[in-house]
């Protein structure tokens, strides 16, 4: 299984196939879960962190995982860039799909044994209603927490290609026009503004002596918010759901 987010930027096409062609190596030789680690190039206080341990291969770079760090505030996160040998976790995995299932059933045995109630009712007349029985009785839980963090088969290749991890408003923003100091699409004008991340659509969005904004028109609604909690963006539209009124924007 490659497990690949549909929300990255990925540069340099043979570079990464070649990345994930020693992930699938290393996954059958190794039987171990792999993941893709990504050299960091700035204190970012939004991805998890991997610390590398032992090098196993001479090709492209792959070490076994000594641990795995979450999101980090900034001192900690320019202290682990400092040291060297912590790479980003991209949230890429490669594994066997048996070697899965067996650290699940090792290190999050409530999911497996109620995945295994689903597997059993596949092409069966109860397929539907046992699939929507069970997967609400599962407690969500991520890759990272509930497998990635505890078992003893994690292993990370280095990758060597252009990565980016587009899944919030600040990293979009990296990839938009530069004006002024600020990053901007659509109708905008800035005057006397720093830093901020403006995605117009019709109406036109003027900003006057502001920074660390992120201001989007998507037609119906208007965000403003703080840049630098961009990644809290999941409780925002938790708080919207909780209100029932505003159920039509979202």
């Given at each position: ?22 992930a699938v190596e290393i996954a059958e030789r190794k039987r171990g879960l792999v993941t ?215």
């Amino acid at each position: 299984m490659i497990v690949l987010p549909s929300d990255h930027y990925v540069e340099g096409k043979k570079i990464f196939e070649n990345t994930i062609k020693q992930a699938v190596e290393i996954a059958e030789r190794k039987r171990g879960l792999v993941t893709i680690g990504v050299k960091p190039t700035r204190a970012e206080t939004g991805y998890g962190y991997i610390e590398m341990g032992d090098r196993i291969t001479a090709a492209v770079p792959t070490f076994k995982v000594e641990r795995f760090l979450e999101k980090p505030n900034i001192e900690v996160a320019k202290d682990l860039i400092l040291k060297g040998n912590y790479l980003w976790n991209s949230g890429m995995f490669v594994w066997r799909a048996d070697v899965f299932l067996r650290e699940m059933e090792k290190y999050i045995p409530k999911m497996y044994r109620r995945l295994m109630v689903i597997y059993r009712s596949v092409d069966t007349e109860e397929e539907e209603s046992v699939i929507n029985e069970q997967y609400n009785l599962i407690e969500g839980i991520s890759v990272d927490f509930g497998i990635m963090q505890k078992t003893r088969k994690a292993y990370v290749v280095k990758c060597e290609f252009l990565w980016d991890d587009i899944g919030n408003y600040g990293a979009l923003s990296r990839f938009i026009y530069n004006y002024r100091g600020n990053n901007i699409k659509g109708n905008v004008f800035m005057e006397q503004c720093e830093e901020c991340a403006v995605f117009g659509k019709d109406k036109l969005i003027i900003g006057f002596g502001v920074k660390d904004l992120v201001i989007v028109d998507s037609g119906d609604v208007i965000l403003i918010m703080d840049k630098n909690r961009d990644q809290e963006i999941k409780y925002l539209v938790n708080k919207l759901i909780d209100e029932k009124k505003y159920d039509e924007y979202l």
